[in-house]
């Protein structure tokens, strides 16, 4: 006898994505928390539009769904997910994000020591003290 689950995280579904043009689509997503989600890989994180539309359904459920041009959302099957599945996402973006971030730090410290440089020329502290004597 087969399982009649839901839709909830830790759940592999099978859905038709049905467009306004009746132009018809089929996916297999697992319902994953947001930190693992990676659409690209079948990952769908749990707060996406798409997940809280299908978060409770059962197989043959028909949600409508006017995202974009899609209309209905039909869920054609419902099973656990494998307990093997890659939920290393949200650690590589981080990965992703840090190096990011080092290297805009890196530009933006190249980039304010050349504006300084090109502006004011190198920091010399006896030519601040003449511009001071400038001024009186």
């Not at 319902?31 to 798409?50: M, Y």
């Not at 990011?100 to 010399?124: H, M, Q």
């Amino acid at each position: 006898m087969q399982e009649n689950l839901q839709v909830r995280v830790g759940r592999r579904v099978q859905v038709v994505l049905i467009h306004q043009d009746a132009h018809e689509e089929t996916l297999t997503l697992d319902i994953v928390p947001d930190a693992a989600a990676n659409f690209e890989q079948g990952l769908l994180g749990e707060s996406t539009r798409l997940a809280q539309a299908l978060i409770g359904q059962r197989t043959g459920g028909v949600v409508d769904y006017g995202v974009g041009d899609l209309r209905q959302v039909c869920v054609l099957a419902v099973t656990r997910s494998p307990q093997d599945l890659d939920h290393s996402a949200g650690e590589r973006r981080q990965e992703i994000l840090d190096k990011a971030v080092s290297e805009s730090d890196r530009t933006n410290a190249l980039n304010f020591a050349a504006s300084f440089a090109s502006k004011w020329g190198s920091y010399d502290p006896a030519g601040i003290e003449e511009w001071e004597q400038a001024d009186e």
